[in-house]
């Protein structure tokens, strides 16, 4: 069955430390991947997408994330973490046939001064 | 690039009323649209599937009765809380399938938040 696991539930990082947060997936196939960032209220802002080629794919903000097929992740990472990073990170699978879509259950982050 | 839209971005109705809540392709035709519903806090779940054309296929334990579907057209597809009650206070998000750079993904509207008193 497909599944999208996001580990952390919540992190906390200091403003300025780096970030990583975890994703993994469980899938039949290959599949498009995607991080994307919901502040409180708001709707959901795509940060960075992986179809295909090099595994290390660069996103908005600074962000990046790279898929490594043989751990079924994608995590994503940011050098240095600024205050304004602090919001909910969803990462998410989809079908190649863009039909099918499946979320993480979120993770969660606090940047501390 | 593909965008969707929704409308309203945020409604408040009286408990036993309905509410209409409008997604839209705006640049490109999609024969399906995706409605999801996120309470505070937690991931977004997928409520059901809209075909334009038929009937919408729902996800298990969502009732069809209480949120009705209408995909009118191959840029617009409706979700109506019927008879809301407080429960139903959600945020509802739709997306469409579309094309990015010849890949398939999905393009999600704003988002709907709704307030049932």
């Known amino acids: 069955a497909q599944s999208v696991t996001q580990p952390d539930i919540h992190i906390t990082v200091s403003e300025g430390a780096s970030l990583e947060l975890r994703c993994n997936y469980s899938?039949?196939?290959?599949?498009?991947l995607f991080w994307y960032v919901q502040s409180p209220g708001q709707g959901l802002q795509l940060l960075l997408k992986?179809?295909?080629?090099?595994?290390l794919v660069q996103g908005i903000k600074g962000f990046e994330a790279e898929f490594k097929r043989s751990q079924s992740s994608f995590n994503l990472r940011k050098p240095s973490v600024h205050w304004s990073d602090a919001a909910e990170y969803f990462c998410?699978?989809?079908?190649?046939?863009?039909?099918?879509?499946?979320f993480g259950t979120g993770t969660s982050l606090t940047v501390i001064p | 690039g593909a965008v969707v839209s929704q409308h309203p971005s945020w409604v408040i109705c009286k408990s036993g009323t309905s509410v209409k809540i409008e997604c839209r392709s705006l640049?490109?035709?999609?024969?399906?649209m995706f409605w999801y519903r996120q309470f505070p806090k937690q991931s977004l779940m997928l409520m059901a599937t809209?075909?334009?054309?038929?009937?919408?296929?729902?996800e298990q334990g969502v009732e069809k009765d209480k949120f009705l579907i209408n995909h009118a057209s191959l840029t617009l597809s409706t979700l109506t809380v019927t008879s809301a009650h407080p429960e139903d206070s959600s945020f509802y998000i739709c997306?469409?399938?579309?094309?990015?750079?010849?890949?398939?993904?999905?393009?999600f509207g704003p988002g709907t938040r709704l307030t049932v008193l």
């Open positions: 992986y179809f295909s080629g090099d595994t």
């Open positions: 640049d490109f035709q999609a024969t399906t």
């Open positions: 899938y039949g196939a290959t599949p498009y």
């Open positions: 998410a699978v989809g079908a190649r046939s863009g039909n099918q879509f499946y």
């Open positions: 997306s469409a399938p579309g094309t990015s750079g010849g890949y398939n993904e999905q393009f």
């Open positions: 809209s075909n334009e054309g038929s009937k919408a296929t729902y």
